[in-house]
């Protein structure tokens, strides 16, 4: 079988838990484990080198069978059905290290393999009893090996979250029982197969985040079982074809960024089990097809943003359905900011970069379960008193509009702490910065390009979950407060472009993860704290200040600089 070369060290990292549910203690009373399958097994744990999960440590004794080897099922028989390797999501800590033996080409009986973490693959071919393969969350790079054809039981494969190459294998047409089908977040390129209509049982596909081009194949639209279908980030072209109104089964549809052209065609509206549509950023022109009458009563997720629609208006069978999120971004909208019949049902609107104007006073009435709002680069012109958001939204993004006002209309001891991203910068607002009361949970506070004056108050250090942090282009005064230095999550700073004076606090260097920072433009004196990551940031983060010194600037006056540090 042809060899996939991976990345040497790589995280053992699997999304399957939810989707692929495997209960590695459940098995049907196992009798004692075969000797050949325990040997396939040793020689796979062999060619580990090392194992931070932890998981290969109970791979001891005879009895391979017998519930204490880990990730391990078996059938009555004692023959190994099961190999589930999964360790936690999100703990880049848990990897393995080494090969993937060809030995596991040795368990005649295998039907689940589920692996992530290894630097070679070798011998799938000959597991003729496969039915899931899971391979997903590593840097397995090459093309996809034509002999995954050989595996005629498998129903699920998922190579997802690779750097797989090239097109998809004309071999795999053999794969005639595949009911979950995942080549998402890889590099493949060339053209979707016309056999891929051929699997009669499928309900999955993702073969999203890759570089396919070409225009979808017709055969696709005979996928009547097909539940969920997602191409999105390719390079696909072409309209789509009037038979997607044959996908009857079809519960969610994303063809977001592609180049397809043409009208979105009315037989949309026969998808009556379609509640997630996504077809934003391709190049989509007017006008919208008509879905009234009942058309796509499932729907409840929407996204037509960035195409070439000049909506003029939100259509009414949009704002008068039950939806939870609207994305109708650079649709060309104009005039005052649209009324929803149900607005108590949305948890997230995205209406940014359109031609919106006037007050938003009365919009968030009744959007009790509002949860994410983006109305920048719009025309809305509205004092930030007016602004009545709702307890539970966790992020508003107001920027680039004519907003004026106080900051302390929206940050202030009644401010929710579920509200985790402001972003007003680009408005007109002025005043001073207020006092933060504790139990904030704000990570991200973007006030740039405003007309904000006064000093950043000390009770900054009370945003304890504050990542990002953008006071840039203002009429700030006063001294950086050293209170700044106890923002430990805080990663981007940007202070640039004001009329701060004094020294850069030296307790700074309390922060560890800082990627970007900018003090440029203030009138900062003294010494730049000389430890990273400030003294290996570029000079221009320090530059048209009265006279920063130190690394990445000259030396200070009279102080020897270090060679490194």
Same mark, same amino acid.
């Given at each position: ?5 991976? $990345?040497?060290?790589? %995280? ?81 800590? /848990?990897? /393995? ?13 295998? +039907? ?7 630097? &070679? ?23 996809? @090996? ?7 039981? &498998? ?8 750097? &797989?190459?090239? @097109? ?9 029982? %595949? ?31 890759? +570089? ?22 390719? +390079? ?29 065609? #009315? ?47 939100? @259509? ?8 939870? *999120?609207?994305?109708?971004?650079? =649709? ?34 009744? /959007? ?18 007016? %602004? ?14 004519? $907003? ?8 202030? !001891? ?26 904030? !949970? ?51 700073? *940007? ?18 993860? /800082? ?5 440029? #433009?203030?009138? %900062? =004196? ?40």
């Amino acid at each position: 079988m042809q060899i996939l070369v991976w $990345v040497f060290e790589v %995280l053992f990292i699997s999304s399957l838990v939810g989707v692929f549910p495997l209960s590695l203690a459940e098995t049907t009373s196992p009798g004692v484990c075969s000797e050949a399958d325990r040997a396939a097994l040793l020689a796979f744990k062999a060619k580990i080198v090392k194992d931070t999960t932890g998981i290969l440590s109970s791979w001891i004794g005879r009895d391979c069978c017998g519930g204490d080897w880990e990730g391990v099922q078996c059938n009555p028989a004692g023959r190994v059905t099961t190999l589930a390797l999964q360790g936690p999501v999100k703990d880049s800590s /848990m990897y /393995m290290k080494g090969t993937l033996s060809s030995s596991l080409g040795s368990l005649p009986f295998l +039907q689940v393999l589920v692996i992530s973490g290894m630097k &070679l693959i070798t011998g799938l071919g000959l597991l003729s009893h496969l039915q899931t393969l899971s391979l997903a969350g590593n840097h397995l790079k090459g093309p996809v @090996p034509p002999s995954l054809g050989n595996l005629r039981n &498998l129903e699920m494969i998922n190579l997802g979250r690779n750097s &797989l190459s090239g @097109p998809i294998p004309a071999s795999l047409k053999n794969l005639h029982l %595949l009911q979950s089908f995942d080549l998402s977040f890889n590099s493949l390129s060339g053209f979707i197969p016309e056999f891929i209509g051929q699997f009669r049982n499928i309900t999955f596909i993702d073969l999203s985040n890759n +570089q396919l081009s070409a225009h979808l194949p017709i055969s696709m639209f005979n996928l009547v079982s097909l539940s969920y279908l997602s191409l999105s980030h390719n +390079q696909l072209t072409g309209t789509i074809p009037e038979q997607v109104g044959n996908l009857k089964s079809l519960t969610s549809l994303s063809l977001s960024s592609n180049k397809f052209i043409g009208h979105i065609p #009315a037989s949309i509206s026969r998808l009556q089990n379609l509640w997630s549509l996504n077809l934003s950023r391709n190049g989509f022109s007017d006008p919208l097809p008509d879905v009234s009458n009942r058309g796509i009563p499932s729907l409840l997720s929407i996204d037509l943003s960035f195409n070439n629609l000049s909506l003029g208006t939100v @259509p009414k069978w949009i704002t008068d359905r039950q939806l939870s *999120d609207v994305n109708l971004a650079g =649709c060309k909208l104009r005039g005052s900011l649209p009324r929803f019949t149900r607005p108590d049902s949305l948890s997230s609107i995205d209406l940014s970069n359109n031609f919106l104007t006037g007050s938003i006073s009365t919009f968030f009435t009744k /959007m009790t379960s509002l949860q994410k709002v983006k109305l920048s680069n719009n025309l809305l012109k509205f004092d930030l008193s007016e %602004l009545k958001v709702p307890d539970g939204i966790s992020s508003t993004d107001l920027h680039s509009n004519q $907003v004026c006002g106080s900051l302390s209309s929206i940050l202030n !001891n009644r401010t929710s702490s579920f509200l985790e991203v402001i972003d007003v910068s680009n408005n007109l607002i002025s005043g001073t910065i207020p006092e933060f009361s504790e139990g904030l !949970n704000l990570k991200e506070l973007n006030i740039g390009s405003n007309k904000i004056a006064g000093q950043i108050p000390s009770s900054i250090s009370n945003l304890i979950e504050l990542e990002r942090l953008d006071v840039s282009r203002n009429l700030i005064t006063a001294t950086i407060p050293m209170s700044l230095g106890r923002l430990a999550n805080l990663h981007w700073l *940007d202070l640039s472009i004001n009329r701060l004076t004094g020294r850069i606090p030296t307790s700074l260097l309390g922060i560890k993860f /800082m990627r970007h920072a900018s003090f440029r #433009a203030n009138r %900062l =004196c003294g010494e730049i704290p000389q430890g990273r990551p400030y003294n290996i940031f570029p000079a221009s983060a320090y530059a048209h200040n009265l006279c920063l010194c130190g690394k990445p600037m000259l030396p200070c006056r009279g102080k020897k600089q270090e060679t490194s540090q």
